[in-house]
């Protein structure tokens, strides 16, 4: 958590005064380092999680992390400040993780739409993955669905993020966004009751 | 296979997805990764930046100058020589040159006096025709529809060609006894008082 450093009392800074500081060290290029260094310690966790959903795999979901600061530390001297820094980055995040995946379709010689397949059957082999038998089935029912509901499901189930900034991050409308998810936890729900009988 | 998690509470499609063990995040990194990542990070990112050549800070500010005196060093290699202070001059001579054209005039030729003379030949060209036309005898006209059979219809050259073939008693028939009274009595005609005694005047 940040702190007010001139402030004689110390209370959190807000996320957009955060990402005021972050664009105001950006400015000065001795400076540089601490803005990088203020940038990941606020939003590397969000933005790994939201990969990781996606890419399942830590090493992946580590590579696609390290891409999205670095193509977020390219463009952020011409970031456009009309969105916040935080959905300009999941933006990025989601994107990294959608090419990871892309990446791995080649690399295994599969088409991309049997990918979410694979990773469904390589769940238990990955060592970094500590859920329980139904929270696997529910991760495998969430592999199950096509990319776009993936997505919102993610956002809207496990990061709580509203309709809009969901539009924002993915440019759809809410309704499209709403759709989406209810069709998601409708095929959801229906794929771990059959599990379960 | 049963699930403890799901035969608590989630028998009904509808409650599944609001179990907080399913919303607990199954997935796991080693430890510290969180710390030590940043320093990874940014590492990363200064190994891997973009520009592998580096150049002088202000370098390509500072460079058009540097450049502009070397050119004027060396401005006797120049083999093509211009007057002194033809390029200062040039810009005002210009602007004067072009305030001192006027703008030409452009010749209007209205519309309305176009269309006005045109409309002038064109009746002059009709009239011309109508006033050429060989005139109609209107009284031969008027003969040759009306159809009255009496001595008013006839032409004096008519009448002077065949009076002599008509007797008294024809002509008497021809005009009414109603005319002939209204012609006599008509202030035109002198009265019969007068005309006896110029007879008898002339007769002695």
Redo the contacts between chains.
């Keep these: 958590m940040q702190y007010k450093a001139n402030s004689p009392f110390l209370y959190p800074m807000t996320p957009a005064e955060i990402d005021k500081k972050i664009l105001e060290l950006i400015a000065h290029p001795d400076q540089h380092?601490q803005a990088?260094?203020l940038l990941?310690?606020t939003y590397?966790?969000r933005l790994?999680?939201q990969i990781?959903?996606i890419v399942i795999h830590?090493d992946d979901a580590?590579d696609a992390?390290?891409n999205t600061?670095?193509k977020a530390?390219?463009g952020l001297k011409n970031f456009n400040q009309n969105s916040s820094l935080f959905t300009w980055l999941y933006k990025i995040a989601t994107n990294e993780a959608l090419q990871i995946l892309r990446k791995k379709a080649q690399e295994k010689n599969i088409p991309y739409d049997e990918v979410a397949h694979y990773l469904s059957n390589s769940l238990t082999s990955d060592p970094?993955?500590?859920?329980?038998?139904?929270?696997?089935?529910?991760?495998q029912a969430i592999l199950r669905l096509p990319e776009k509901q993936r997505i919102v499901f993610n956002m809207r189930?496990?990061d709580e993020l509203s309709y809009e900034e969901m539009a924002e991050i993915l440019d759809t409308s809410v309704g499209a966004l709403k759709a989406s998810y209810h069709h998601a936890?409708t095929k959801?729900?229906?794929y771990?009751?059959n599990?379960?009988e | 296979m049963n699930n403890p998690h799901l035969n608590t509470n989630m028998k009904d499609k509808k409650f599944i997805l609001d179990n907080p063990h399913l919303k607990e995040n199954p997935f796991n990194v080693p430890e510290d990764y969180f710390d030590t990542n940043a320093i990874k990070i940014i590492a990363k990112i200064h190994s891997t930046s973009t520009e592998t050549f580096n150049v002088p800070e202000d370098y390509f500010e500072t460079n058009v100058l540097k450049l502009q005196e070397k050119l004027l060093s060396n401005s006797s290699k120049n083999v093509f020589i211009y007057p002194e202070g033809y390029f200062e001059n040039t810009e005002k001579k210009l602007f004067k040159e072009i305030q001192s054209l006027k703008p030409q005039k452009r010749r209007i030729i209205p519309l309305i006096r176009t269309i006005g003379i045109a409309a002038s030949v064109t009746l002059f060209i009709l009239t011309t025709y109508i006033l050429l036309q060989p005139k109609p005898n209107s009284h031969s006209e008027i003969t040759k529809n009306k159809d009255c059979q009496t001595l008013a219809c006839l032409t004096k050259k008519d009448i002077s060609k065949d009076i002599e073939y008509l007797d008294e008693a024809d002509i008497e028939e021809a005009v009414s006894e109603q005319d002939i009274e209204k012609h006599f009595n008509s202030k035109n005609y002198p009265s019969p008082s007068t005309t006896n005694s110029n007879i008898v005047n002339e007769t002695f």
Excluded: C, P, S, T
Aim: no cysteine.
């Design positions: 380092n990088l260094k990941i310690d590397q966790k790994y999680w990781r959903r830590h580590d992390l390290q600061f670095i530390w390219q970094y993955f500590k859920g329980d038998e139904i929270q696997k089935k529910l991760q189930y496990y936890v959801i729900e229906e771990l009751l599990q379960n």
